[in-house]
């Protein structure tokens, strides 16, 4: 994204709205750094602008993995790399079965909330998850960015690219489930930005969750909000076909 | 989707905020007309899933809220009580569409719906919080506003000056809450919270 010069008038009225502060006003035309800019159009589609200078340019890999993992709606790359933002992870754990009795599913949300992430930052953290042998998800994007899905490593020309959020997705099994959750603790003090952590268990026939026993038993704290599937998805075999 | 998990907020005020998305069901194979239709004349089926996503039709089915259960549309709503949340799922446990249904809030607030309904939780997503240099953080009541949209399209300053607004009485509370839900594309920005949020932070200013 960049600005007309020819048409701002350095009003300022635009600079609250960058989720990255990445719009600054001079004296006579406000400017986008193109560092902390991460693409996600939110000065352009907030119509925010009278004079209409915000101008989307043409992004070019690795570039446009900013706006595909920033911008709500995607795009496509041209790589074939990149499928989509995320997975319906837990959401549709009804009629997938991608989370099973026994297994713990973590999200990790890196970058937020709102400070947005480099994907060095990204692989640093996916490394120290890596090295306890969790299994990412392969239909996760970020994960089909890795240059190799056992290490957690990334290709160098991405790690520079700055993004407002992306979702590492891994499962570990419930014995695995603590030490994951004491790595990311310990990695947060190796990245320059913040990450919010999911944990996803399958509830049994009572509807608990073995993972919070796992969680209450070692005093790890959790929000009183989460996300609850509520298990009404027909599955191949209950559509009777 | 629509990243709804870590919405802040003390336990008071997240239960009046729940997110309800329900997704079309990409397995189920069911004989509904879209399967027939696949089926019997599967080249005219593709040409009209791709004109049906090139113009975005989907889209504007689900703001007009009369989705058909069309590929590829996930339906989202916000409700400020249980009531109105327990109302909601019943509906969907009646219609029986096949979709999955997912449910953010307060997990002990839903599972008494659930419970209510006869339903029960089948996969459950803790929130753990937040890790790294939270230093970097702004505070307590603009995360509340911010995390509301959970691709953080709402910027923190944004939030800051409509807080200022609101406090000077350039602007309502419900005005300013109208005008950073706008900026939510998948809107489940809970507008109505946010106007309780700005309005107790310009009664403490």
């Known amino acids: ?241 | 989707m629509t990243h709804s998990l870590h919405r802040h907020g003390d336990t008071s005020s997240l239960k009046r905020d729940f997110v309800v998305l329900t997704l079309e069901n990409r397995h189920r194979t069911s004989l509904t007309w879209k399967d027939r239709l696949s089926g019997r004349f599967p080249r005219f089926y593709t040409l009209l899933k791709t004109v049906y996503r090139k113009l975005g039709v989907g889209r504007l089915l689900n703001r007009a809220g009369v989705g058909d259960g069309l590929e590829g549309m996930d339906w989202t709503s916000v409700f400020h009580s249980r009531e109105d949340l327990r109302s909601h799922l019943a509906r969907l446990k009646e219609a029986d569409t096949g979709r999955s249904v997912v449910v953010s809030g307060v997990i002990d607030e839903v599972g008494s719906c659930l419970g209510d309904l006869g339903l029960r939780p089948h996969t459950v997503q803790y929130s753990l919080g937040s890790f790294g240099r939270l230093e970097q953080l702004p505070d307590k009541t603009v995360l509340e506003v911010t995390t509301m949209c959970g691709h953080h399209l709402v910027s923190p300053r944004f939030v800051e000056k409509k807080m200022r607004e609101v406090a000077d009485g350039q602007v309502t509370n419900e005005a300013a809450a109208e005008s950073l839900g706008e900026l939510c594309l998948c809107k489940i920005f809970n507008k109505r919270r946010a106007a309780a949020l700005l309005e107790d932070h310009a009664n403490r200013s």
């Open chain 1, 1 to 241: 994204m960049r600005i007309d010069p020819d048409k701002c008038n350095a009003c300022g009225e635009c600079l609250p709205y960058c989720p990255t502060e990445a719009i600054s006003l001079g004296d006579e035309t406000s400017t986008i750094d193109p560092d902390p800019c991460v693409e996600c159009y939110v000065c352009l589609r907030s119509d925010v602008c009278p004079h209409e200078a915000f101008v989307a340019e043409t992004l070019e890999w690795p570039r446009i993995i900013r706006h595909i993992f920033s911008s709500v709606r995607p795009v496509q790359s041209g790589s074939g790399l990149i499928d989509g933002r995320g997975t319906a992870e837990m959401k549709s754990n009804d009629v997938t079965d991608r989370y099973r009795f026994g297994e713990v599913g973590f999200t990790v949300d890196i970058g937020r909330p709102g400070l947005g992430a480099t994907f060095a930052d990204v692989e640093t953290i996916a490394i120290a998850v890596a090295r306890l042998g969790v299994v990412f998800e392969p239909t996760n994007p970020v994960t089909n960015l890795m240059t190799d899905t056992i290490a957690g490593s990334f290709p160098e020309d991405i790690k520079r690219e700055r993004v407002l959020s992306c979702i590492l997705e891994f499962k570990t099994d419930e014995a695995g489930c603590l030490a994951v959750i004491d790595t990311l603790r310990s990695v947060g003090d190796e990245i320059d930005t913040v990450f919010s952590v999911g944990c996803i268990s399958r509830c049994r026939d009572d509807g608990t969750a073995p993972v919070a026993d796992i969680l209450d038993k070692a005093e790890v704290g959790y929000r009183p909000n989460g996300k609850v599937n509520i298990g009404v998805g027909w599955r191949y075999d209950d559509s009777g076909t």
